[in-house]
């Protein structure tokens, strides 16, 4: 069974930073495409980055957080995370650990429907 648990939201105060982490219990992630996702206010589910566990960590990223997040994996435990920096308002929403396996679907809003597992979320609040 996948199992796909988030942690590491919070309030943050613009400019700052937030780790967000997604322990794969039990679950053999090879050959999986690994993301994040987060739900915005207006409801739509938007791709925030993903990593391919089976090409060699290839990474993609939505262009409004290029250069601020970097998706990464540790190598020895297989948890997966989200490194936040230079946090702004609109970054703010729920954010899903997500997987699917075999490839990776995108970042776009379709791609949402494509990958199979989704965690729980983890709120992540950009608040002076």
């Known amino acids: 069974e996948v199992q796909l648990v988030e942690s590491g939201g919070g309030l943050v105060q613009p400019g700052g930073s937030l780790r967000l982490s997604c322990d794969l219990p039990?679950?053999?992630?090879?050959?999986?495409?690994l993301g994040w996702f987060r739900r915005l206010p207006t409801n739509e589910r938007e791709g925030v980055a993903m990593i391919y566990a089976g090409s060699n960590g290839v990474t993609e990223y939505v262009g409004a957080v290029k250069g601020r997040f970097t998706i990464f994996q540790d190598s020895d435990t297989g948890t997966l995370f989200l490194q936040m920096n230079s946090l702004k308002p609109s970054d703010a929403g729920m954010y899903y650990c997500?997987?699917?396996?075999?490839?990776?679907?995108?970042?776009?809003?379709?791609?949402?429907?494509?990958?199979?597992?989704w965690g729980q979320g983890t709120q992540v609040t950009v608040s002076s």
């Open positions: 997500v997987a699917n396996p075999g490839y990776c679907p995108g970042l776009g809003t379709t791609a949402a429907d494509v990958f199979q597992y």
């Open positions: 039990g679950f053999t992630y090879k050959n999986y495409c």
